[in-house]
């Protein structure tokens, strides 16, 4: 069941950095430099990982 469970959690972090960066790309992508979206992708992922885990 942990096993299902961790599939399930990076497949979902997954799709969620897939969805943030097509976002990223096609909105933001003229006024943020993509140094700054890395580090928040680290925080978020960290922190959805935290309150999944």
């Known amino acids: ?3 299902i469970r961790q599939v399930l ?3 979902a ?3 969620w950095h897939v969805l943030i960066l ?3 790309r096609e909105l933001y992508a003229p006024r ?3 140094k700054l979206l890395l580090p ?3 925080v ?3 922190v ?3 309150q999944l885990g």
């Open 13 to 15: 972090l997954f799709v």
């Open 9 to 11: 959690t990076t497949g």
């Open 22 to 24: 097509y976002v990223y």
């Open 40 to 42: 928040l992708l680290l």
């Open 44 to 46: 978020l992922s960290i």
């Open 1 to 3: 069941m942990d096993l």
């Open 48 to 50: 959805a990982g935290v």
């Open 32 to 34: 943020l430099p993509m």
